[in-house]
């Protein structure tokens, strides 16, 4: 399996700051001939189901505002949120999809310092 | 709009079996596939496997094989999820994900609200 590692594990940053959060896998998840990674990003508040963010490494999801914004390639890839509002404090979780089974980092705590 | 529906909460003994329902409206259930994830208190996720609404077929997490069952129901666009020799170590929350148009791809566009699972003596 893929092993999906998180940095760091909890994050505070002030409101209106840039937050960033960074996903290591074990393997590359380009799949070189489509020029695509295979990984997403979730956001989970509390008592609620994961949301879609991001897929493709830096496709936003319909809806998601552009303040989140996806990167890296091969085997690092960054999560920001350019502009911290209130409502994205939550547990954010990369996940691949370059093979099976689908395997999710083990989250990053984002709190309002 | 896209809805998925999931049963509530059930507390089961160390080996019995538990059932979780999802029911999806809002698009075409046989073109999507439907997978699970599960969530420990507490932890990360998981995925546990899917099954295509279409022709029935699964495909599951090797650490559940034999002990997870996935069914749907075409005529009420419901899928299920069946975990049976229930351990202590199953008490999660259960969520039904939906995968995207591209079946081929495991990432989730819509996710049911979860069924949390507690598995006590």
């Known amino acids: 399996d893929i092993v999906m590692t998180q940095s760091p594990d909890s994050l505070a940053v002030s409101l209106g700051e840039r937050a960033t959060i960074n996903c290591k896998s074990s393997q590359s998840v380009l799949y070189s001939s489509k020029n695509k990674n295979y990984l997403a990003w979730y956001q989970q508040k509390p008592g609620q189901p994961p949301k879609l963010l991001i897929y493709w490494a830096s496709t936003r999801e319909s809806g998601v505002p552009d303040r989140f914004s996806g990167s890296g390639s091969g085997t690092d890839f960054t999560l920001t949120i350019s502009s911290l509002q209130a409502e994205d404090v939550a547990v954010y979780y990369c996940q691949q999809y370059y093979i099976t089974p689908p395997t999710f980092g083990q989250g990053t705590r984002l709190e309002i310092k | 709009q896209v809805q998925l529906v999931q049963s509530g909460a059930e507390v089961k003994k160390p080996g019995a079996s538990v059932k979780v329902s999802c029911k999806a409206s809002?698009?075409?259930?046989?073109?999507?596939?439907m997978h699970w994830v599960r969530q420990a208190p507490g932890q990360g996720l998981e995925w546990m496997g899917l099954i295509n609404p279409s022709g029935d077929s699964t495909s599951y997490a090797q650490k559940l094989q034999g002990r997870v069952t996935m069914t749907r129901d075409t005529s009420t666009s419901t899928v299920y999820m069946e975990l049976s020799s229930l351990r202590s170590e199953d008490t999660a929350v259960y969520y039904c994900a939906r995968g995207p148009t591209v079946v081929t791809l495991y990432y989730f566009d819509y996710w049911g609200q979860g069924t949390l699972v507690t598995v006590s003596s």
């Open positions: 809002g698009y075409i259930f046989t073109t999507y596939y």
